[in-house]
């Protein structure tokens, strides 16, 4: 790829992206600039791409290609990004089993069993869960009282702030990391939930014949965790990740443990088989778009979450290079 097209890729991935908007909770510092090959056997290692970039940013960019939910991932490391004009997404069934709903910020996952609900992330706010979450659930046919845990992915309130609603009114359990319980009690949030139920590393969660698995993936904080479970398309079996926490930290240390978590989450990813991503800032990664292109019906017939295998260890490996950027700069 010569360099004017990866400029130009790179503007059109920061426009196409100003998107990931620095909440309290997740805000990011800005961060230096970006650039990749196509490589559908991507190891997570520090070997170079077969490309002639260096530097790890435009390595970034250029295995990125033209892809734009890769696009959108670099975009959401690049500094300078202006606030997002994004409308709140309508609430979409993105899976056979799988609700999303939100704000044009942040999006709670809902994965339905035959026993009840699993919930990853609960909005910012006691307000957004009875305003949006438990409206959206319904409007899609999901019954918020069906609700049986709520997984908190790391201990932030946009991602907390609805489960103590959950609870109370449905008698969800609430689940967190036991670091991140602790990230969460020093939140000035009013809306800390009540100490519940720890995640341990990898735990298994099953409810309903779906097990969902909670590996830890620290970095973004110290207890973030980042879900595997099972999700039907027109009823066929798929692996989804959803990534837990995206935005890098400050401490030199915690960019360090975020690499590893990177590196460790794509193995266990090729021996699950994950061929979905996930996160739960839409903008991050283009998720906002594949939801309003599921709904509208421009995706073609096929489901844009379903990234296949290879294309999924794509989108580590960018990331992988993106915080290397991070880490060198
Ligand atoms: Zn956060």
């Known amino acids: 790829m010569d360099l004017l097209r990866h400029a ?22 800005p961060s230096p ?36 939910v890769l696009l959108a991932l670099v975009a959401a490391f690049t500094p300078g990004w202006l606030p997002p004009e994004a409308p709140d997404p309508e609430p979409t069934r993105i899976f056979d089993n799988v609700t999303v709903v939100g704000t044009d910020f942040v999006s709670a996952t809902a994965v339905e069993t035959s026993d009840g609900v699993i919930l990853v992330d609960a909005l910012e706010s006691r307000e957004q869960a009875a305003d949006i979450l438990v409206p959206e659930l319904r409007s899609l046919g ?9 997984v908190v992915a790391h201990g932030h309130a946009d991602h907390f702030g609805g489960a103590q609603y959950l609870a109370d009114r449905y008698g969800a359990r609430v689940l967190m990391s036991p670091t991140d319980w602790d990230v969460a ?15 341990s590393d990898g735990q298994r969660l099953s409810l309903g014949g779906t097990t969902m698995r909670l590996p830890y993936t ?33 401490p030199t240390s915690g960019k360090r443990d975020y690499l590893r978590s990177v590196i460790d989450y794509a193995a266990l990813m090729r021996r699950s088989g994950v061929d ?11 998720g906002l778009d594949r939801m309003r292109a599921l709904r509208d019906g421009t995706a073609g017939g096929q489901n844009p979450f379903v990234l296949g295998r290879a294309r999924a260890q794509r989108f580590m490996r960018v990331l992988e290079l993106l915080v290397r950027d991070k880490l060198d700069g």
């Open 33 to 68: 600039p970006t650039g990749g090959a196509p490589d559908d056997e991507t190891s997570p290692s520090d070997s170079p791409e077969a490309t002639g970039a260096t530097d790890y940013g435009e390595r970034a960019a250029e295995l990125a290609g033209d892809d734009p």
């Open 218 to 250: 620290p970095g973004h904080t110290p207890g973030t965790v980042s879900p595997i479970f099972p999700v039907w398309w027109n009823g066929r079996r798929h692996t989804a990740m959803l990534w837990g926490g995206t935005g890098l930290p400050k």
């Open 142 to 150: 999901v019954d918020p009282a069906r609700i049986k845990y709520v």
């Open 185 to 199: 009690a020093k939140d000035s949030s009013p809306d800390v939930p009540e100490r519940d139920l720890e995640i």
């Open 276 to 286: 979905v991503e996930l996160n739960n800032h839409g903008q991050s990664d283009g």
């Open 8 to 29: 130009e890729l790179s503007r059109r991935a920061v426009l196409a992206a100003a998107a990931f908007v620095p909440l309290v909770g997740c805000a990011r510092e």
